[in-house]
T-cell receptor
């Protein structure tokens, strides 16, 4: 079964600084990859998903971007963080088709100060 | 559009009580349905799933039945434990969509000894 590695586990960054969160997947090939954000006490918001290398779909317009340079690597970035970017960021992977569940990493807790 | 509605929380129960968390969905076609659990400070774990009408998903004493006629997927457990305290998310994934998982807003469960 697949294993999802996310790092770092926690991060404190000042407003205006850049961001790079990395996610790598083991145990599967050509997965769909996702970035979700969970604000404190709230539900899950899909930020980006990718069905293949170099293919990125954005769900919300904001100052975040995503890239997929390799089949099992998914990166979330920002050039300048905002206070509103604070939250819990979750990477997930899944096989194609609706019957395949998403499997999540352990998340990164980002605090922008 | 496709959406998931969960009962508002929080839910507080005593140990060994019966649990029901309601979930209803709106979807075109025939989605697959999932329940996820999130323990404090962790990512989401798949709890159970059902991929077609009348399927029953089960795991760790939890059950949910895919009811097409009522568009529901209620989560139940006969006797909850303190260790079941967590946030529970209902979700759907649908054919022909954008490969993403649509989540409910989550229901926080607290079980007291």
């Amino acid at each position: 079964s697949q294993t999802i590695h996310q790092w770092p586990a926690t991060l404190v960054q000042p407003v205006g600084s850049p961001l790079s969160l990395e996610c790598t997947v083991e145990g599967t090939s050509n997965p769909n990859l996702y970035w979700y954000r969970q604000a404190a006490g709230r539900g899950l918001q899909l930020l980006f998903y990718s069905v293949g290398i170099g293919q990125i779909s954005s769900e919300v317009p904001q100052n975040l971007s995503a890239s997929r340079p390799q089949d099992r690597q998914f990166i979330l970035s920002s050039k300048k963080l905002l206070l509103s970017d604070s939250g819990f960021y979750l990477c997930a992977c899944a096989g194609a088709g609706p019957n395949s569940p998403l499997h999540f990493g352990n998340g990164t807790r980002l605090t922008v100060t | 559009g496709n959406s998931v509605t969960q009962m508002e929380g929080p839910v507080t129960l005593s140990e060994e009580a019966f649990l029901t968390i309601n979930c209803t969905y709106t979807a075109t076609g025939y989605p697959s349905l999932f329940w996820y659990v999130q323990y404090p400070g962790e990512g989401l774990q798949l709890l159970l799933k059902a991929t077609k009408a009348d399927d029953k998903g089960s795991n760790k004493g939890f059950e949910a039945t895919y009811r097409k006629e009522t568009t529901s997927f209620h989560l139940e457990k006969g006797s909850v434990q303190v260790s079941d305290s967590a946030v529970y998310f209902c979700a759907l994934r649908y054919q022909g969509g954008s490969e993403k998982l649509v989540f409910g807003k989550g229901t926080k469960l607290t079980v007291n000894p």
